[in-house]
């Protein structure tokens, strides 16, 4: 369940509190084949399934990048705020890898508001979240970023 918040001022008013979970995303060769091609990174371990069936993963694996790249998609089906004209992605603080994401598996966001701070001009302001990418059945995350979003009303 998405949750919502009514403005600015009550987005700002969560923070330090987990914002919620999303639901779960199944991560497909298609994607991850997708992702290769827009990217040139058509390493093996990716994009060759029976290589990598006998490689270190025990199957292909998504790209870190491509966890990452979900963010977006997996965050709008955590929380939103209401009264804005856009989110813009500002950049990342730290990101890390801790575990592989293997073909058909699934992945879902935690979300934590750590930040809101003044963003600028015209009452933007800057979120600083904590997004945890956990992997269905797995104790390591797939990816775990601390992304800056600039909130424009």
């Known amino acids: 369940m998405v949750r919502r918040f009514a403005g600015l001022a ?5 923070v330090g509190e987990h914002l919620g979970f999303g639901p779960w995303h199944e991560v497909t060769q298609r994607e991850v084949d997708l992702f290769a091609d827009a990217t040139g990174d ?8 029976e290589r990598a069936t006998a490689g270190p993963f025990g199957g292909p694996v ?3 990048y491509l966890t990452l790249s979900l963010i977006p998609l997996l965050v ?4 939103s705020v209401e ?9 990342l603080n730290r990101v890390r890898f801790p575990h592989p994401v293997r073909v058909g598996a699934r992945v879902r966001a935690g979300v934590e508001l750590v930040s809101v701070s ?20 797995v104790g390591k995350p797939g990816c775990v970023a601390e992304t800056v979003v600039l909130l424009v009303p």
């Open 118 to 137: 003044e963003g600028g001009r015209g009452g933007e302001r800057q979120a600083v979240l904590r997004v945890v990418v956990e992997v269905e059945g």
């Open 42 to 49: 058509h390493q093996w371990i990716h994009v060759d399934v």
């Open 10 to 14: 009550e987005f700002a008013a969560a």
């Open 76 to 79: 709008r089906e955590v929380y």
């Open 83 to 91: 009264g804005l004209s856009m989110g813009v992605n500002y950049g």
């Open 62 to 64: 998504a790209h870190g």
